[in-house]
């Protein structure tokens, strides 16, 4: 019998049995699709039931149970997804309230290009197609790129994992989609606005969102619409925020076959179309008697009706579970990302600076993977999976003027093949899992004659690139100390591109343009399991590269222009930090959970010639998220959270001279109320409950004066209502 890890299990409890599902949650869900399509989409959607508590999925591409993996993995179900979007409806800034390891999301922000697990980037997929911009970042807008009433579930690994290659040198965050799974037409609604209290005229951010899925026979399917009207941001003391107002429609379209002899099919579609409105932009400026910067409404550019962020992903899998004594899993994918993007860089100095560019990522590939198992006595069994995946990512960025005529390249066609061949060995004798393996990838690619131009700035001479491959090896061990408590240790190499796009621009030899990957090594001990009603999970890592992938500005432009495009720079950096959860299911109306993450990285300065401290920029010095569910009665919810930064003290007052910043603590209270009406619920929440004035961590350490300066989102209250019939 198969078993899905999902919300539906949920809605056949009551909210007092939400508590006992958290408590297992460790044991049975938390692996939940942590091969993140390892070989499909069906990978990650459906998983083995062992027994009632136990379901068989893993990060190793070959479907293990929870307890055999030597990572940190962490999953967000519908149920905890929805109580962070009440509270706001930003998706990162709700995985960073229930998810160890993330490093601090700024509040205002739709952009994933800050994001960091365990100081390292991640790699973003949505169904198992990467959304991320691996070849430039820009926009960085993939996670935001489905609506987030659309999602079952989110799987994250936490730190670097050689199976997926370059890209995900921190980790994986995947956002699963919802499919139909009830034999009765099942219907979601859901509507919800939400405001800032000091100033809500241009800040109303207005979702409404519709589904509805079914299994019927051999087939499923759910399909849904969603529609965003999204306001600005501003500010406790009512002042505006670096925000833009826009409209989002979003659809989803989910379809599952099953197939004689237990094999299946299963078709995936999203498509998200964004049009930008009014900004409100860094002036240049400081706030008279501050260090903040400056944020005003600016002009709109003159092609600011051209402006629109679309996206597109397509997954098609195929599963078998017997083929020469292989279970069998394919899939191909497709993604497009199309960004035409139309800014007013103003400066209180020189005044409107109109910018106008046009932007496509366009994935295309296929991922496979073979598994088998093997009874080698009593007690001992031997798991092997491999396969080979391969993938094409093309991506353009030029400057166009109201015609769209192209005036300056700033990246030109540049496309990248990759081959990558892997093998991975998972041995179990009595209460020990050793895991072991390795991923090869062959890099190749072009600049290609798009646009090209002898005379067109930033243009890239058409041709070939240098040719690069790279080998990633991965190796852990669990022991069960009791079967609900494991403690476990692995070693794991992760690799980012060094964003070719920046590096093709004004490049006049192709062949000297090599993607060697910047590669990491990351070491990992920790403990999970449950006693009782208390589940928890701790973990310490160490990670370090040679050579990680940065970017600087472009030394040639000093002086030159107020602005240098930022280039690739390969620099050494070391990580190092702690992490910890806990939930505990104090009785049938209570349940309280936390989690807390410690960080610290250093990189090392040319200048210098010695390691420097990472700022709150990019590590979290102490991150504590505490929160309470309390259920009085049976139709009555009631949440409240509490976020605590810790203050830090990395520098010298010297390096402090130097610019480096230390920032000061800050705590943040959101809370919720829900109350049952039939099958709807009806709820309020507010975020920054108490209205704080405050810097975040991560803009504090931006540096005073800097555009990026500026106060955290004031309080934003919700209404909404949802159901499911």
């Known amino acids: ?144 790129t489905i609506s987030p009433f659309a999602l079952e579930r989110i799987e994250v690994v936490r730190g670097g994992t050689a199976l997926y290659g370059a890209g995900a040198p921190g980790g994986i965050i995947n956002l699963i989609t919802r ?42 399917y759910y399909v849904a619409a969603a529609y965003t009207d999204g306001g600005r941001v501003r500010d406790s003391r009512g002042d505006p925020l670096l925000s833009g107002a826009y409209d989002a429609v979003d659809l989803l379209g989910s379809f599952g076959l099953a197939l004689a002899g237990g094999s299946e099919l299963r078709w995936i579609t999203t498509f998200h179309n964004e049009d930008v409105g009014r900004q409100f932009y860094p002036s240049g400026a400081l706030i008279p008697g501050t260090d903040l910067a ?62 106008s560019s046009n932007r496509r990522n366009e994935r295309f590939g296929f991922r496979s993977a073979a598994v088998r198992d093997y009874e080698l006595g009593s007690a001992v069994s031997l798991k092997t999976s491999y396969g080979f995946d391969y993938t094409r990512n093309a991506l353009y960025r030029f400057v166009v003027d109201a015609k769209q005529t192209v005036t300056s390249a700033l990246s030109p066609e540049i496309v990248l093949r990759t081959y990558a061949p892997f093998a991975q060995a998972e041995l179990s004798f009595g209460p020990v899992t050793l895991t072991g393996g390795a991923r090869h990838e062959f890099y190749r690619g072009e600049i290609t004659a798009r646009a090209f131009r002898p005379d067109l700035p930033g243009r890239g001479t058409p041709g070939d690139i240098g040719k690069s491959e790279l080998t990633l090896f991965n190796l852990g061990a669990v022991y069960r100390i009791t079967p609900d408590v494991q403690i476990y240790a692995g070693f794991s190499q992760g690799a980012e591109l060094s964003q070719l796009g920046r590096a093709a621009r004004n490049i006049r030899n192709p062949a000297t343009l090599t993607p060697e990957p910047a590669t990491s090594d990351q070491y990992e001990a920790g403990v999970r399991g449950s006693l009782g009603s208390v589940r928890f999970g701790a973990a310490a890592y160490y990670s370090e590269s040679n050579s990680a992938a940065l970017l600087q500005a472009d030394p040639s432009c000093a002086g030159v222009t107020p602005i240098c495009p930022l280039i690739p720079l390969r620099s050494p950096q070391r990580f190092h930090g702690v992490e910890a959860e806990l ?52 139709r009555v919810g009631i949440g409240l959270q509490v976020s605590h930064y810790g203050a830090s003290s990395f520098f010298s007052p010297a390096e402090e001279g130097l610019g480096l910043v230390d920032t000061d603590a800050v705590t943040l209270v959101s809370a919720s109320a829900r109350y049952a009406i039939g099958p709807a619920e009806l709820y309020v929440a507010a975020d920054n409950l108490l209205d704080e004035t405050y810097i975040s961590p991560n803009n504090q350490a931006a540096g005073a004066g800097s555009f990026a300066y500026y106060r955290g989102a004031g309080r934003r209250i919700t209404l909404g209502v949802t159901t499911r019939f």
């Not at 998983?47 to 929870?66: K, L, M």
């Not at 600011?304 to 279970?327: C, E, K, S």
Request: hydrophobic content about 35%; charged content about 25%; glycine content about 10%.
């Open 294 to 355: 400056e944020v005003i409404e600016i002009a709109p550019n003159p092609q600011v009706g051209q402006g629109r962020d679309r996206d597109v992903t397509t997954t098609l899998g195929y599963g078998n579970p017997d083929i020469l004594g292989h279970a069998l899993r394919l899939s191909l994918f497709y993604q497009n990302q199309s960004i035409r993007q139309r800014d007013n860089f103003f400066d209180v100095g020189t005044g409107d600076s109109f910018f």
């Open 179 to 220: 499919r139909g799974r009830t034999s009765d037409v099942a219907v979601d609604l859901t509507a919800q606005t939400s405001f800032n209290t000091e100033h809500a005229d241009d800040t109303w951010t207005t979702d409404v969102y519709a589904g509805a899925g079914q299994r019927t026979g051999d087939f499923d």
């Open 1 to 144: 019998m198969r078993m899905i890890c999902n919300s539906a299990g949920a809605n056949l409890m009551t909210r007092a049995g939400r508590g006992e599902r958290i408590v297992r949650k460790l044991n049975t869900c938390l692996g939940s699709g942590i091969a993140i399509l390892a070989a499909s989409p069906l990978h990650a959607e459906t998983a083995v039931e062992a027994d009632d508590s136990e379901i068989v999925v893993t990060a190793t591409r070959s479907g293990s149970p929870i307890e055999a993996l030597p990572l940190s993995v962490s999953i967000a179900d519908e149920e905890d997804i929805g109580a962070q979007l009440r509270q706001n409806r930003n998706i990162l800034s709700g995985l960073e309230a229930i998810v160890p390891g993330l490093n601090i999301q700024p509040s205002e922000s739709r952009g994933s290009c800050l994001t960091r697990v365990r100081g390292r980037a991640v790699s973003f997929q949505l169904n198992g197609v990467p959304i991320n911009e691996d070849l430039r970042q820009g926009s960085c807008t993939g996670p935001f």
């Open 583 to 634: 939930g505990w299911k104090v009785d049938s109306t209570l349940e309280l959970s936390g989690i807390l993450t410690l960080q610290r990285g250093k990189v090392f300065d040319e200048d210098l010639d010695d390691y420097i401290d990472y700022a709150t920029d990019i590590v979290v010095p102490l991150r504590i998220t505490a929160r309470a569910d309390w259920t009085p009665v049976e």
